[in-house]
């Protein structure tokens, strides 16, 4: 072989099928042009450990799969989807279009589980510290793409255009405005005026569909490439373990099998809920007509909803600064509990979060049934 | 109106059969398709090298099986008895009366399973292993002659075939058209859970080279159901009464019409199912090491969300009978609604269950929601009839009962005009509008009256029925128009009588 | 030795063939499952244009504009495009006025039909008479009704 | 709207009871071969049902007085436990099928009434069913708590039987039915207000003592048959002093039921017909299976064990009989088994028996194979 082609490295020779079967053949071929087994090598080296909370390691994926659920039936959606006649184009969508209405509720459904997952992930990390130094950076962004869901699912909640979506959309975005010195300011960018009108489906339609996504497959990659590069956080007491005792499953091929028929799995979950609670489409949108009796905002938006509700009138700003300072509190987590095994300050950390989880659970399922 | 009915709130009657039925089929049929595995299982640690090895994990397997097939699958089905009983006693008392003895042998079909799993498990470490293979063999034979029995009484229910209540022609019932194609689907379906639920078991191996090859056999249960499915779901399909496939078909087709069909949408679960199950048991072949207990139970669960889906399209397929062409959801026999007299008799006055004393219009509404409409429907929980009824007037009301059972999923309804007005009234209280029975009826004869002139004036001078603003006089038009087939210019006509 | 290495490959081989015969049947399954995004993307069956009355209303032309022998122009129906000219003999007619040849729509220039796209011509009864047009353009009745055009279909007795 | 007068004679025709038409579809056989089909297999579910509900109630009684000496005992009650249950629910069905085809529109019209309760029997069911098993299989690890896990099986169980106990007691009462469904139409209603009810329940019960207390004899005969005579005297002894006590119980409730009875119906009991002939056998074979197990108790081989519990069963066949005819006799004026019409099947019997006969036949044979095997193990377990 002439200089122009890389040689294929040794430890790759014997990696690869024999130089006899095709896919052997075509595999040197590649490598002599693209000299990627480093790469490869290295995302090989990932390995997760098996413990008895080593369960929780799926929920990151299980996530991500439904992520690439909503890329894939918003893409179909898109296709009949019209923002200058939303409700009209959602109606016939559901009305005409062949399983229009089996793939809108695929995309409400796979919301909702999305972002209960994410909640579910989130605290799971949290409460196994994975997010001590190193890990700091991958906490970080693991917030932001939390963020970002959120945001997808208070946008696309209103593209339907109908009654409910309407309402709700205009509670969400007043509480924004609340917010002192920049609240109007926002609230008005995001609603294109004064009220939520065909104006708002204008700016939260591209929201919706380009620039949240984006954001999120480009933070999503970050945090992937983080944890490949630092290898899957180890609980304490797996840490403990004598070195023998500690087993590991290599990412790509063992975790990752195990992970795909839990992702199948899941998609049948989808459909089955699609079928049994298909979304429904109320009548258009009138801003003159009542709010429909008993509406409120999806169950992921009951918290702040509900905090509001406790701190009437003057004490509503009381209501704000807690909802602000909670994010931020979330933020700060990595930078005071930092050492390992676990000393005061962290158990401090995670009894503040036990509180948090309860207080979060609570306001949801008040919300839900008041 | 023969049995009382059980006014369940939010759930109804209908639903709590669905419940323990559909959680009575995951056993079941885990129990059937486990016994079969275990059987097979028994042969093949027979013939290999470390069949010791293979045997110590059956006894797991085997224990895990009894306690989840006993406790469980037996009660359930027991449950099922007990629940169709109160959801529809006039079904039940018909196919007990007639299947009394499948039922009876259907009942020493499960004691014989229960005895030989006992003397198979508690024998384990006694007997000798040929005798083990037979307890085994046989376990499987005898749980596969109960599916046989009770699938005859099952299937009869969807598709009665020559069987009617004059012949009483038992053979022509157990073994009706669906008889066929549901057993051999089931049993594909049971050899699959079978091995999924021995992958179950088998992820807790320790031992990496056991595992693999235990897992492995596992899988290959799975590949007669992916295969042999589809033609029998396609045969089932030639089978179903025109009604029900009706119902499936006027989800696709139809779809273009109005939205999807709920049978379609559960129909489409059991295939995407059908599907993932498939593909999982490829990724778990490809690399059986890697199969964790979680992983296994998210496959045995992807198999339950198929089963529900497909009992589901099976029992809305039956829409509005229990028995299908013979006796309705609401206990009405087909035979008396043909004739339309008998519909028409005040419903309180011939229904064995009523008020004791003389109920308001309200009341009587309440009462002919009861003894009519809660074998299926709720007010405010599962097919709640206060979502349904929101957009409702006087009027719709009155007129909806007459036409309801021509879309072909409602039962006819049956009482005397006063009695629609009075279940109009009620449905309406639901939502707190007061409208009394007497004046809804004012209404609707008003109305009536009203179409019923317009239909006389029609009728003697011929009126068009929209009077048009002006008649356009342009003779190209009238030229085209055929002349009427009594040799009458039509449009001439008019012209006369309007000068 | 050779023998636990001829099995392996053996077993190996069946295994293969067992994966063969697995992935294939689950991309079968999946072609099932995936029916209803294919019914979701291929098209949906365009609403007939004539509608139920057999006749539809043609936009952007009055009575007016081919009053005169000679006179005519171009209108559409739904998002059909048609012409509509009175002959020089005083007889109203109507075609689509989608080219045959490659789809843009013709102009009536008063004693002939022309297509500016490639030069393709036709005569007054809607046959191609030069350039590429390979066939003649349809025919469609036309009337006037209370001040309105109508087309509908031609059916075959009426031809030009 | 509907005239009164039309609605007020209604309720006078339909002073009596609510009874639902005949089926169309009859009797597949004379009804007597039914009445038959459901002592037998009756009278079996009873004996199960006794035998586990009495060895829950003597396993807790032997549990909360601590004392070690008991505890072959206990293990063997706790033992059979699950397996008791197993039989009790498959023993249950025949007759609770024959019931149903015999006596079907009393039995819905009154299952229905209560059908809450009637529903709520599967998940107690599996509650027993899962505790007994729980109890089995955590005995050895995990000591404490036992107590509690047998204590919430028995009360399920108890639980479960007191609802039977109500919904056979209404189905005999028509009358009470369309007053019942007018006011309690949710299903939630129950028989409380029936004056035989806790005594009829009670004497369900009570037999259980006495029926588990016989089958310690007859384990304690095993036990001394494979060579384990201390256990098996100990089994003995203890067996020996419950049976006494358990038919002193069931006597008395026996004495409280005929007491309670409407005048009408005690008065067809005791009034020299079949069902005093029955009534008394009943009574004659409990005596005698009594005798025989207390004298089993001393002696050695199993034969005399065997032939108590068999005589115990004859009594509880004359008992379910004679119970039978009593609701035959509270149906009077409403309904009686000439009504139904008889649309014969008796190619359908035929196979059901020849099912039956080569079921039981079968498991007798794989029972012989699988059972010396088993008992060599116990033998060998000194």
New interface residues.
Partial sequence: MDDRFVPVPKEAEDRLPPESSASGKLLRYLLRRLPVWPLIAFFAKKKVPQHKHSAWYTLGGIAMFFFMVQVITGVLLMIYYNPGSPWQSVQRIVMEIPFGGLIRSIHHWSANLMILTLCLHMFSTFFMKAYRPPREITWLTGLALFGITLTLGFSGYLLPWDDLSFFATRIGISEMDKIPIIGPWMGGILRGGPDVTVETIGRFYPLHVVVLPLALIGILGLHLLLIQVQGVSEPDSFRALPEEKKKYHKFFSEFLFAEIPIWLFMMGILVLLSAMFPRGLMPEADPGSAAPEGIKPEWYFMVPFQMLKIFPGALEFVGMVIMGLLPLAFVAVPFIDRNVPEDARGRLVARAGIAVVLVAVAFTIWGWLS | MNYPVWDLAFLGSGLVVAIIATIHIFISHFAIGGGIFLWVAEWWSGREPDGAKIREWLHKYATFFLIYTTVFGAMTGVGIWFAIQLASAEGTSLLIHQFVFVWASEWVLFLGELTVLYLYYYGWKTNSPRLQLWLAGLYALISWGSLFAINGILTFMLTPGDWNTQNLDIAAGFFNPGFWPSLFIRTLVMILLGGLGGMVIASRIENEELKEKTIRFCVKFVIPAAILTPFFAVWYWTVLPASASKLIEGGVVGVGGGRMEAITAYFLTAVVAGAMIVLASTVVYLKPKALTMMTAIAIFLIGMTGITGAEFVREMARKPFVIHGVLYSNSLWKNKAADPDYLAQPYLEKAKWHPSEMPSSLERGEWLFRLQCISCHTRDGYRAMKKRTASWSGNFGVKWFERMHEQGVMPPFEGSLEDRAALTEYLLSLHGKKENAADILKAVEAELNAEKTKMILQEAGRVPDAIPPEIPDNPEAVKDVPADENGMDVQKDNKEVLQ | MDNSASNDKIKDKG?RR??A???G??LL??G??A???Y???SP??VPDPFGEEGRAVVKKLTPADCVRPGSGGNGSIGNIGVIVFRTPEGELRAFTSKCTHAGCNVNFTGEKIVCHCHGGQYDLTGKNISGPPPKPLTQLKV????GVLYVAPLDKTEKA | MINASLFANLLTVAAGAPIPNTDPLGYGIPPLIFQLLSYLTFSMHLMAMNFTVGGAILFLWLHFRKNDASLPIRRYLGGGLPLGMSYVVTLGIPPLLFVQVLYGQMFYSSSILIAAHWILIIPLLITAYGHFYLHKLTRDKRKKRQGAIVLIGLIAMLLIGFFYSNNITLSQTPEKWLSMYASKPHGMALNLSEPTLFPRFLLFITPAIAVSGLGIILAGAFLTRWGREVEGAAFKAFGKSVVPLGLLLQALCALWVVAVLPERISAYVLSGNTATLLLVAGVVLVALAMILALVAAKSKGILLPMLSSVLAYAAIFCHAAMRDMVRLQYLVPHFDLSQVPLKAQWGMFGIFVVTLVAGLALLIVLMLKVFPGMAAAAAAKK
């Fill in positions: 295994r067992f994966l015969l697995s992935g049947l689950g399954w999946l099932a499952a029916y209803p995004v019914k979701f993307i949906q069956p009337f006037e009704e209370n």
